[in-house]
Every structure is written in structure tokens, then in C-alpha cells.
């Protein structure tokens, strides 16, 4: 049996962005995050079951502030306490998988998607993507971008505006364009922000 386009994307392999079946779960995705980002602050019972219909797995305590924008949304995995604050986006062609406690400022961006570097492959729309996981108590600050295939271990603090283009492990801030480690969290400290 062939492979469809939807398992070419899961599997990490090129895939034709404009496939019907992408283009429909993309605009149901639409559907799903524009009425998210039109619902008021105070319809909190609506607010969660918006975000359990867009996303694949949601943990309690889950709050997502507009203008939240994402491909799929079912690929988007958050564990409990997750926060999403104003304008942030999610390109979920393959898993973005979040822990409990995490923290995304304003304006965080999270890629799994992405195009092949062979321009005739990339003006062919074809696209590709590598997942990205991102452990338990981090914070993402403002305006940071996390770029696919990246992998964050828990309590990871990244600066505002830093742009992570490889991995990292556990109990570290980093920062910059591309992200480095500027600090190591000594236990005491990683335990502060585990609450």
C-alpha cells in the first residue's frame, strides 16, 4: 500500500505540502484556533475545550492566549500547567511534544516544519519536518524561536529572543542567535522553578 502524504509528513520524509487531505486538516486547524482566539478571557470552559479539540493531548491547567496560531494542531502534546501567552505559533507538521509547567512569553515560536534545500524540490512545494520535545518546568521567553529537530531537557530557561538551532540537556539558560549556554542552574536553583 502506498505511502499518503499525511504519513510522508509523520515519517519525517518530503511530502506535497498541498496534498487535499493536508490542505482540509490544516483549514480545520483554522477554524479551530480562529474561534480559540476570538473567545473571551472568561469563557474559560470554553477555552479549554477549544484547546482539547485543536490539540493532541492536553494536561489541566492549560491556558492559551490569542492570537495563537499552529499548522495541525494535533501535534501538539502538552502536559499540565502549560501557558501560552499572546501571539505565539506552533508549526506542528511533526510532533511538538511539551512537558508539565512550561512557559512560552509572548511571541514564542516553535518550528517542526520545514523545506528541503534543493531548490526544485522546494519550488515544487514539497516539504519536510524533524519533531522537537521540550521538557518539564522550562520558560521560553519573549520572541525566541525554537528550530526543528530541537530537543530541550527540563527546567530550561531561554532567553527572549534567542534562536535554539541545536540541543540541550537539563538545568541550563541559554540565550543568543545561535542559542548557547550562558548558565548552568545549580540544584537549589533548578528546584526554585519546579515550584
Known amino acids: 500500500m502506498a505511502q499518503t502524504e499525511y504519513d510522508k509528513m509523520m515519517a519525517e520524509d518530503l511530502y506535497d505540502v498541498n496534498d487535499r487531505q493536508l490542505v482540509e486538516q490544516r483549514e480545520h486547524a483554522r477554524d479551530l484556533y480562529e474561534t480559540l482566539n476570538q473567545t473571551s478571557f472568561h469563557d474559560t470552559e470554553g477555552l479549554q475545550q477549544l484547546i482539547k479539540q485543536l490539540f493532541g493531548t492536553v494536561g489541566t491547567g492549560s491556558e492559551v492566549r490569542p492570537r495563537f496560531i499552529c499548522d495541525y494542531g494535533y501535534n501538539i502534546h502538552v502536559g499540565n500547567n502549560f501557558f501560552a501567552n499572546f501571539d505565539c505559533i506552533l508549526l506542528d507538521t511533526c510532533p511538538i511534544t511539551i512537558g508539565d509547567n512550561v512557559l512560552l512569553a509572548p511571541r514564542v515560536q516553535i518550528y517542526t516544519a520545514a523545506?528541503?534545500?534543493?531548490?526544485?524540490?522546494?519550488?515544487?512545494?514539497?516539504?519536510?519536518?524533524?519533531?522537537?520535545?521540550?521538557?518539564?518546568?522550562?520558560?521560553?521567553?519573549?520572541?525566541?524561536?525554537?528550530?526543528?529537530?530541537?530537543?530541550?531537557?527540563?527546567?530550561?530557561?531561554?532567553?527572549?529572543?534567542?534562536v535554539v538551532t541545536r540541543s540541550f540537556g537539563d538545568n541550563v539558560v541559554i540565550a543568543g542567535n545561535p542559542a548557547r549556554v550562558i548558565k548552568h542552574l545549580t540544584g537549589e536553583e533548578a528546584a526554585q522553578y519546579r515550584g
Open 115 to 162: 523545506h528541503p534545500l534543493d531548490v526544485g524540490a522546494r519550488t515544487s512545494w514539497l516539504g519536510c519536518g524533524k519533531a522537537v520535545s521540550i521538557g518539564d518546568n522550562c520558560w521560553l521567553g519573549g520572541n525566541s524561536v525554537i528550530l526543528p529537530d530541537v530537543h530541550l531537557g527540563n527546567n530550561v530557561i531561554v532567553g527572549g529572543g534567542a
